[in-house]
């Protein structure tokens, strides 16, 4: 047996297209056009391609881009200050601070200053409070590609013994939450978890959001069980170079042969979370102007 593989790029291009639609009939129809906001403070290399990306994408779907690059000397005030002008800006509807920041700069900070209903990474404590409670909000992009990924899967996600191994705030925990909306049964794991072989034989639904290299393993793997892989880890090709290549939480090689279907890295997971991002942004920006009171 070997398993799908979920395609990613494929997924992420097919929202990117019903989001172009919506936008196109919302700046026909309203004469508006949603703005989206990405601040990055510093040079990180990947940060830098991360944004490029987001801001292509964002363009490409008929939405305004607006980028604000920072030095890395930026002081925390100063960053707060460039966030509320655009809190106030009705131009924009949705604000991104890519991080990591640098160390003078508090990412909670940063975080709770984004407006609520501009905040489309999902991130602020209004809008985690919203989602906890089966509320209205905004979802952080990447659980949420990773809902839809598995929903195209398997259809109907009810009473599925789901496993999430990690338990951040930006993955595990919303994660969770989004998979008990959808009548899983949920258990979160991590690192440190006693059994975690026996717990993912166990699961239908494995999310990996760890970060360390192909933890999982092929024979953890429950016959036909639906594997979506986040972590995005980079290890040495051993080819006495400093190259190296992307591997995810879990080891594809060995699990794509016992599991019914199974995210790439890259090209799995990464692709959704823009997708995403850009679909946050349109439900803002109609929250901010056409479905206002």
């Given at each position: 047996?070997?398993?799908?593989?979920?395609?990613?790029?494929?997924?992420?291009?097919?929202?990117?297209?019903?989001?172009?639609?919506?936008?196109?009939?919302?700046?026909?129809?309203?004469?508006?056009?949603?703005?989206?906001?990405?601040?990055?403070?510093?040079?990180?290399?990947?940060?830098?391609?991360?944004?490029?990306?987001?801001?292509?994408?964002?363009?490409?779907?008929?939405?305004?881009?607006?980028g604000r690059r920072l030095p890395a000397e930026t002081?925390?005030?100063?960053?707060?200050?460039?966030?509320?002008?655009?809190?106030?800006?009705?131009?924009?509807?949705?604000?991104?601070?890519?991080?990591?920041?640098?160390?003078?700069?508090?990412?909670?900070?940063?975080?709770?200053?984004?407006?609520?209903?501009?905040?489309?990474?999902?991130?602020?404590?209004?809008?985690?409070?919203?989602?906890?409670?089966?509320?209205?909000?905004?979802?952080?992009?990447?659980?949420?590609?990773?809902?839809?990924?598995?929903?195209?899967?398997?259809?109907?996600?009810?009473?599925?013994?789901?496993?999430?191994?990690?338990?951040?705030?930006?993955?595990?925990?919303?994660?969770?939450?989004?998979?008990?909306?959808?009548?899983?049964?949920?258990?979160?794991?991590?690192?440190?978890?006693?059994?975690?072989?026996?717990?993912?034989?166990?699961?239908?639904?494995?999310?990996?959001?760890?970060?360390?290299?192909?933890?999982?393993?092929?024979?953890?793997?429950?016959?036909?069980?639906?594997?979506?892989?986040?972590?995005?880890?980079?290890?040495?090709?051993?080819?006495?170079?400093?190259?190296?290549?992307?591997?995810?939480?879990?080891?594809?090689?060995?699990?794509?042969?016992?599991?019914?279907?199974?995210?790439?890295?890259?090209?799995?997971?990464?692709?959704?979370?823009?997708?995403?991002?850009?679909?946050?942004?349109?439900?803002?920006?109609?929250?901010?102007?056409?479905?206002?009171?």
């Amino acid at each position: 047996m070997t398993a799908k593989t979920i395609d990613g790029k494929a997924a992420a291009a097919e929202l990117r297209k019903r989001v172009a639609k919506q936008v196109s009939e919302l700046r026909a129809n309203y004469d508006v056009q949603p703005g989206l906001a990405a601040i990055l403070v510093g040079d990180d290399p990947a940060s830098q391609v991360y944004i490029r990306n987001k801001e292509r994408q964002t363009e490409e779907v008929g939405m305004a881009s607006v980028g604000r690059r920072l030095p890395a000397e930026t002081s925390e005030g100063a960053l707060l200050s460039i966030i509320e002008e655009l809190n106030h800006d009705p131009t924009v509807h949705g604000i991104l601070v890519q991080l990591p920041l640098p160390k003078q700069i508090k990412s909670e900070a940063v975080i709770s200053a984004i407006s609520a209903e501009k905040d489309v990474d999902g991130f602020h404590p209004m809008n985690v409070a919203a989602l906890s409670n089966g509320k209205d909000g905004l979802v952080p992009c990447t659980p949420m590609g990773c809902a839809m990924l598995l929903k195209d899967q398997i259809g109907d996600l009810t009473g599925k013994e789901a496993l999430i191994i990690g338990r951040s705030n930006i993955v595990g925990k919303p994660m969770a939450q989004l998979l008990l909306a959808e009548n899983c049964t949920v258990t979160i794991a991590h690192s440190r978890t006693r059994d975690l072989d026996q717990k993912c034989r166990n699961a239908d639904i494995v999310v990996a959001a760890v970060g360390i290299p192909k933890l999982v393993k092929g024979d953890w793997i429950k016959p036909g069980a639906t594997l979506i892989d986040v972590g995005i880890n980079r290890v040495s090709k051993n080819d006495g170079t400093t190259s190296y290549r992307l591997v995810g939480d879990i080891d594809y090689e060995e699990a794509v042969q016992a599991a019914g279907a199974i995210t790439p890295v890259p090209g799995g997971v990464g692709p959704m979370t823009i997708a995403c991002l850009l679909q946050n942004t349109l439900a803002a920006c109609k929250r901010q102007t056409i479905l206002r009171d």
